[in-house]
Structures are given as C-alpha cells and as structure tokens.
C-alpha cells in the first residue's frame, strides 16, 4: 500500500511561487507514474501535471502551462510541484496521485490512479 504525504500549500499573495511536495512511503516509488490534481470548493478534481516514473515525460494543463514544473527524485520518493505568478484562480486543494499502470497516455483523468494523498490546501490572495 502505497502512502502519499503532500506538504508545502499555505496563504500566499498573487504573483507568488510555491513547491509543493509529495513524498511516497514505498522504496518502489521509482515504478510510479505521478500526478497532480487540484479541487478548489464547489469544483470537480482537475488535472495539473503529470510526470511518468523515469521523470522523462511530463504532462501538463492548458490552464496551468508555462507556470507549473512538476519533476521527481527517485532516490527522495518524492515528486515536486512548483507554481510560479500564482493567482486568486489557483486557489485549491493540491492533491498527488499515483498510478502503477505507466505511461498509459491516461494522466490526465483521476480514475487512472490508485493512490491519492490527503492535499494540501494553496490560497492565493490578491
């Protein structure tokens, strides 16, 4: 059973940057493609990025490209999501997800992932 700790969310102002992190309980992270979602109140979970489990590929939202890196450490079991010129729009739940069926092309839907952590709650006030 794979256990997700996310960390690093808070109240910060528009315009600026925030990492979040998820680390993993499991040696075997390395077998794990990673995702990020966000649910902000009232909204459905949707997609942020992704990245497979060598940290070759990453996938990313419209909405959120050119803004967001997401990158791994294998050694860390630890995957980072990194936000630049955040916005009141940003504000949300972050959650990561895992998912051991890889580089399936399916990144982007929640169902394609077994293991969720628990959030981080990101506000951005304007």
């Known amino acids: 059973q794979l256990t997700l700790v996310e960390s690093g969310g808070g109240l910060v102002q528009a315009g600026d940057s925030l990492r979040l992190s998820c680390t993993a309980s499991?040696?075997?992270?390395?077998?794990?493609?990673m995702g990020w979602f966000r649910q902000a109140p009232g909204q459905e979970r949707e997609f942020v990025a992704a990245?497979?489990?060598?940290?070759?590929?990453?996938y990313y939202a419209d909405s959120v490209k050119g803004r967001v890196t997401i990158s791994r450490d294998n050694a860390k079991n630890t995957v980072w999501l990194h936000i630049d010129s955040l916005k009141p729009g940003d504000t949300a739940v972050y959650y990561c997800?895992?998912?051991?069926?890889?580089?399936?092309?399916?990144?982007?839907?929640?169902?394609?992932?077994?293991?969720w952590g628990q959030g981080t709650q990101v506000t951005v006030s304007s």
């Open positions: 499991e040696r075997a992270f390395y077998a794990y493609d």
């Open positions: 997800a895992a998912t051991f069926d890889r580089d399936n092309g399916m990144h982007m839907y929640t169902a394609s992932y077994e293991y």
């Open positions: 990245i497979n489990w060598s940290g070759g590929n990453t």
